[in-house]
């Protein structure tokens, strides 16, 4: 949650897997345990996060898929505009509307980019409270992910990963392999729902 320490927390989940790192492994965490850890997120029940018309608007074009919400409630869609910007997002869903025409996927997502693609929405099959929450896209992965490698002296990256395909939000060093990083996490082994995984290591056999 806002303000708990998230070296702690991984170094805590290490040692109750009983896990010890090498140099060349590659220390992954989830990017909303990260996002967490930085209070990058609203509780619904709370009422800080109100949505405005366009939003609601906005929110009613979204496709709806088995991974989540996505964009598709007015409050998620708030985040994005705030996240992202008004014309940016707008221009992202003039887009989209046209490569729908044409039978074309995922322009949207292509053109708001990586901040609109990480907010999640709540599901009832997370872990408590977000499961009444809508988590955001957690700030400086880059810089997260040195810290991580700098504290635990391996590599590290902060991943975006769900049952449908997943992002590379950060790593250190900088010249990791971003596409056979991706490639090695597309089975999302640290899971969905209650898995309560933060933290995953990649391993050269």
Known sequence: MKGDNLLEAI???LQEADATLL???ILFVSEKAVGASQGRYYLLDDGSLKPRRLATLLSRFVT???GGIGLGMPETMECAL???GTPKILFAAFIGALGKLFG???DFYRIAGTKARSIDGPTSGTIPPFNRAVSLAPENPDGVSREIAEHFKC???VV?????????LGVFPSELDRDLLIEILDDNPLGQGTA???VGIVRKA
């Open 160 to 168: 975006d990963v769900n049952d449908l395909g997943g992002n590379i």
């Open 11 to 13: 170094e805590e989940s």
């Open 82 to 84: 705030r996240e992202c």
């Open 155 to 157: 590599h590290a990256a």
């Open 64 to 66: 709806k898929t088995p």
């Open 104 to 106: 074309r996927k995922g």
């Open 23 to 25: 140099p060349d492994d």
């Open 196 to 198: 309560s995984t933060p």
